[in-house]
């Protein structure tokens, strides 16, 4: 017993409460099941808590575990506010079996703070940087740096469409009209080209338009970004097996920004680290639905990396019971 609870009742109220991202919810479930009023938020709140900090460490899964890795790893800073607290999260995340590797929590994306994720995925799981078949990134200049310096043999890949994004962030490609939706047009071509020498072709011509129309300052812009590491938006021309993009992150972004976003309702102060880890952990097990990749379906990220689990309803009881590693 914890208290008033047995483990596995604090396990499935931390479990409901993933599910139902309401924390209101998970109060009015758990007092329909027990059929008192004396549950709070406060009450619950304690007891995931202390079941967070039982919970082993990413780092400690992964050495039990051993989940197979692919050798493509995307990278990215995703920022998350917190109350009045901006925070990022670095994380390393394998494209194939979409398992996160590993990451790093931090106030701000620097060479240092990079350093530190790759030291933890190192420590963790060494060698399998090295052995790399490739990277993706959005082209965030520290991390470049840390991988240009450490691994400079390893093909690297700038998102595409972080590159298309970024641009339209200066003039808008949403209903484009006039000399816009003639930019817009001449950027597509550069970005999204068939082939190498078309893409360096298109890039060219679009500089050569600039020149006849230097009053655009945006556009003098607009060319500098697309010139800034454009060789390395070119690398799945001579890696096929590399897409140009990196859009397993978008989804993956999408889920933990999300629920923390919830989490700001919460009365007290909590420990961003803790309910990160719990957050993690979960999307590690999630089964995976509706897919275009039809053998993604369900299946959670721990097993498309060739981790085998028994059946299970809650992988906290799973964790529990059958992995042995937590307190």
Request: charged fraction near 25%.
């Amino acid at each position: 017993m914890i208290g008033q609870f047995t483990p596995k009742m604090i396990e499935y109220i931390a479990y409901m409460y993933l599910r139902s991202l309401s924390l209101e919810n998970t109060v009015a479930i758990a007092r329909a099941w027990f059929e008192k009023d004396w549950l709070t938020k406060s009450t619950i709140l304690d007891h995931v808590e202390k079941l967070i900090d039982r919970l082993p460490s990413m780092d400690q899964m992964s050495k039990k575990l051993k989940p197979a890795r692919s050798g493509y790893y995307a990278w990215d800073g995703t920022w998350l506010k917190y109350r009045d607290r901006n925070i990022v999260l670095l994380i390393c995340f394998d494209v194939t079996t979409l398992d996160v590797v590993n990451y790093q929590v931090a106030d701000d994306e620097t060479y240092d703070a990079y350093e530190k994720l790759i030291k933890n995925i190192n420590d963790t799981e060494p060698n399998i940087l090295a052995q790399s078949k490739g990277f993706y990134a959005d082209g965030e200049l520290c991390l470049l740096k840390q991988l240009r310096e450490k691994y400079p043999n390893i093909p690297f890949q700038l998102c595409v469409f972080h590159k298309y994004a970024r641009v339209g962030q200066i003039i808008p490609f949403v209903r484009a009209k006039g000399i816009n939706q003639e930019i817009k047009t001449r950027v597509e071509k550069v970005l999204f080209a068939p082939t190498k020498a078309e893409a360096i072709r298109c890039l060219y011509e679009l500089k050569r338009y600039a020149l006849a129309h230097q009053e655009n300052k945006k556009l003098r812009e607009i060319i500098g970004v697309l010139k800034r590491n454009f060789e390395l938006l070119l690398t799945h021309f001579d890696h096929p097996e590399m897409s140009p993009y990196n859009n397993v992150l978008e989804g993956f972004n999408h889920i933990i920004k999300r629920k923390l976003t919830l989490m700001k309702g919460f009365k007290k102060e909590l420990n961003i680290h803790r309910w990160l880890k719990l957050i993690l952990m979960d999307y590690r097990f999630h089964k995976i639905h509706s897919s275009k990749f039809l053998n993604r379906n369900g299946k959670s990220p721990l097993e498309l990396a060739q981790v085998s689990l028994p059946k299970h309803f809650n992988w906290l009881t799973l964790v529990r019971k059958k992995v042995h590693i937590s307190n």
